[in-house]
């Protein structure tokens, strides 16, 4: 059966998280603090559950075998060798660890899964809140490893302040860090792979000081300062009934966001399935066979070649696909 699915999603409790995934966003949890939300997952160490329907109980990767790759994701989506994309929700209420992610080529030797590539998209921040976006000047590899050793790589690191609306792409190899009161949307290729360069001396869970990965990092790093990516999207003002923001189109997803006053008329075709994540609600999802009331936090997979349906209400989501 063919419907749009709503997803639970997998929550994280990592040092540097907050409450607002809680109070704001619904996420019903024991945890303490939720850093991070995946609302799109079939990632192994964690999965997305269907709650909804004829389906529910089942991972959307369990569903995904069943109804095979090329029905479920679509022509764009089957092309990759696993699901292509991991999708959160993040909650900085504290600094995350300097770091870098590898790109597909390094991760998949040294790490069996993919690279990865993000994007951010700034749901909220706390007045002067920054990013670290790259380098501020070339560096060396030698110099590099040495700051890390003595501390100094924030010295030679790009700081950007950012503000709700904003969104960053950040290409593999580039070193980059969310500050602390910033909220985002993050949509990424499908991987956990994380080198840590700096961490604030911080200790984990376990009493200890939390590892960092400077030799695979050292690899994997560009060196050079890169243009900051951080825009505003491009901007679709035609629509009567609802604002369109184009936030990101890369080479492995795209990216949208929606601000709808009334009704929005979509469709999922035969080239991907389309990724629904509700920022502000309730809104309402109709198609020939049914409907569903969406409110905030909330997730959705609408499977590929689903066709026709509707949102309608006054709120905001982002849609993803590949």
Known sequence: MIYP???KAPLKDYLWGGTRLKTEYGKETSLAKVAESWELSCHKTDQSIIENGADAGLTLEAYIAREGAHVALGSHGSRYPYFPLLIKLIDAHDDLSVQVHPDDSYAFEHEGEYGKMEMWYILDAEPDAEIIYGFAKEI???ECRRRIEENTLLDVVRRVKVQAGDVIVIP???VHAIGRGIFLAEVQQNSDTTYRVYDYARLGADGKMRELHIDKALDVLSFAPLPCAVSRGEQLTIFAEYEMVIAARTEFFSVYHFDLRGRCRLQAGRTSFQSLVV????LELSWAGGEEILERG????IPADFGDYMLRGEGA???TEV
Do not use: I
């Open 140 to 142: 060396s590899r030698e």
């Open 5 to 7: 699915m709503k997803l």
């Open 279 to 282: 920022l502000r609600g309730p």
């Open 317 to 319: 989501f982002l849609l």
């Open 298 to 301: 909330d997730s959705y997979f």
């Open 172 to 174: 593999a190899g580039t």
